[in-house]
């Protein structure tokens, strides 16, 4: 079978979490650009549908709903439209992800007096773990009861980060495990479920221009100019430059593979040299 044939969804079936926006809508328009029918889900259930009409008027199959990932009940009911509308579930990305505020470190070179681990609110660790590796647990369990039901095998991708791999003191401190809970989540599930053929991977960006946290990589240009001197590459990247590795995963381009996990991160994961 050739290379590119390998790459096809035109047909299936997507369901994408956290996809009004950032990473989650550039693997929503990849799943239409590629022929695939994709619901795209989200907490912002107006920007879900917004950027769903927006995709039905230049001509792909997009449908959207409300979300919220640590909804367990409504995670149900969402998935199970979504096979109503498209008649099965082929891909799903488990995507969904937040940051609830400041790592340890001020880029302006001095401690945050509120994120230290004995300072930082105990309900920012609650709120991103409940979101960040509960949700994609949430996520991962509909898709997969869909997928063995129906037999026919599927690919689910979770967007962990390369902060599962390294630590970022800028970074949000619950980010960090719960990242890293995302990527070992991955390689067990990848275990468990590959006698039914479905496949989980791992997606680990490094910084993208996308609204996490605000928005402040687009709103702050020292921010943005301080992340671009940390990367190998010399720079954070923009969101298009996900989609290939998101049909790579999604596709039967990566039929024998399951458990793995690819960084995306200019290099940053591979150390520091400025
Ligand atoms: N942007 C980066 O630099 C970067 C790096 C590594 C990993 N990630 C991961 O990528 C994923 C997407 O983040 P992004 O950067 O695109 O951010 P983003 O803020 O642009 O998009 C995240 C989307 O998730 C939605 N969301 C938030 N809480 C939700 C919930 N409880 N239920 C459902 N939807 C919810 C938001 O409304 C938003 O539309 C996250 O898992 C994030 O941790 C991002």
Redesign the pocket.
């Known amino acids: 079978m050739k290379a590119l044939e390998q790459f096809d969804i035109s047909g299936r079936s997507a369901l994408v979490?956290?996809?009004?926006?950032?990473?989650?809508?550039?693997y929503a328009e990849t799943m239409a650009e590629a022929g695939a029918k994709v619901t795209l889900?989200?907490?912002?259930a107006e920007?879900?549908e917004r950027e769903a009409v927006r995709l039905r008027e230049l001509g792909y199959e997009a449908r959207s709903a409300r979300?919220?990932?640590?909804?367990r009940e409504e995670s149900r009911a969402v998935f199970e439209a979504h096979v109503d509308a498209y008649g099965g579930l082929d891909i799903a990305f488990a995507?969904?992800?937040?940051?609830t505020g400041p790592g340890f470190w001020n880029p302006g070179g001095y401690r945050n007096p509120d994120g230290q681990v004995d300072t930082l609110d105990p309900a920012r660790w609650d709120r991103s773990l409940?979101?960040?590796l509960t949700?994609?647990f949430n996520t991962i369990r509909e898709a997969v009861r869909i997928m063995k039901a129906a037999g026919c095998g599927g690919s689910i991708i979770?967007?962990?980060?390369?902060?599962a791999m390294i630590c970022e003191a800028i970074v949000d401190l619950p980010?960090m495990p719960?990242?890293a809970g995302?990527a070992h989540l991955v390689r067990h599930l990848a275990l468990e479920l590959a006698e039914f053929r479905i496949r989980v991977n791992a997606?680990?960006?490094?910084?993208?221009?996308?609204?996490?946290?605000g928005?402040a990589?687009k709103r702050d240009p020292a921010l943005r100019a301080k992340w671009d001197s940390q990367v190998p590459l010399g720079r954070?990247?923009e969101?298009y430059q996900i989609k290939p590795l998101a049909l790579y995963l999604a596709s039967d381009a990566s039929s024998y593979m399951t458990g793995s996990q690819l960084l995306i991160?200019g290099g940053m994961a591979q150390g520091r040299f400025r």
């Open positions: 979490t956290g996809a009004a926006s950032g990473l989650g809508l550039a889900t989200d907490i912002d920007g879900a979300l919220d990932v640590r909804n995507n969904a992800g937040i940051d409940s979101v960040n949700g994609m979770a967007t962990s980060s390369n902060a980010y719960a990242k995302v997606i680990a960006p490094g910084p993208f221009v996308t609204n996490i946290g928005g990589l954070v990247a969101t991160d």
